[in-house]
């Protein structure tokens, strides 16, 4: 069956600008995760939804960044104000269920922000 | 707070080699653990995923152990190949929120 996908695969944008990454998750899947992975930092976490509820949003690191997920399906994370720091690659991953279940990673959005 | 560690940070062998990579974890209460292979400017793919209550799994020549007692997992790689070069991650899903936190990963070379 299909993956997790995510779109754009790339995305330049200018600083100041706002940016909307979207995750399509696998099919029945109930949990959703945004990660960031940037060079000096490694792979963080961002946000977890359980359905269309985000029971933690504690990885967010501004209040520019938000995320809603709809439909317990498709996902969209938003960076308002883009800072040059925002640059990152965006990883979506999504599991059977919240708790004890694989993770399985989409191929991530490369953001730039010049 | 939960903290994941890899060594070596880089490994270079030759092709045919049998090599352990070492993965430790400060907290011990965690769902499972899940080892990961990322290709340069790709995404995560998933390689095995052990439960807290497990101590191994094996897929193919893929060896991971799990010591949650000690926080200590280690990915053994049998008859390695130039194919397995990758960066490889561990990531552990925490019992106090549940998300992955993940070690800075170890960069496998194999030299044919």
């Known amino acids: 069956g299909a993956g997790v996908s995510q779109s754009p695969s790339n995305k330049v944008t200018e600083k100041g600008k706002d940016v909307e990454l979207r995750c399509d998750p696998i099919?029945?899947?109930?949990?959703l995760y945004w990660y960031r992975q940037s060079l000096g930092q490694g792979l963080e976490f961002l946000i977890y939804f359980q359905g269309n509820s985000a029971p933690d949003k504690s990885g967010l690191p501004s209040d520019r960044f938000s995320a809603e997920r709809t439909g317990g399906s498709v996902s969209t994370l938003t960076i308002q104000r883009t800072q040059q720091e925002d640059s990152a690659v965006y990883l979506c991953a999504s599991s059977l269920d919240s708790l004890d279940y694989e993770q399985y990673f989409g191929p991530g959005t490369r953001l730039t922000v010049t | 707070k939960q903290e994941v560690t890899q060594i070596p940070a880089a490994l270079s062998v030759p092709e045919g080699e049998n090599l352990v990579l070492n993965c430790s974890f400060t907290?011990?209460?965690?769902?499972?653990l899940q080892w990961f292979r990322q290709d340069p400017g790709k995404g995560l793919t998933s390689l095995l995923l052990?439960?807290?209550?497990?101590r191994e799994q094996t897929s193919g020549r893929l060896n991971a152990s799990l010591d949650k007692s000690s926080g200590r997992s280690t990915l053994y790689i049998a008859a390695s190949q130039p194919g397995d070069s990758a960066t490889y991650l561990c990531a552990v899903n925490d019992q106090g929120a549940q998300k992955l936190v993940f070690g800075q990963g170890t960069r496998l070379t194999i030299n044919p």
């Open positions: 907290d011990s209460a965690i769902y499972n």
């Open positions: 099919s029945g899947h109930t949990a």
């Open positions: 052990i439960q807290s209550s497990q």
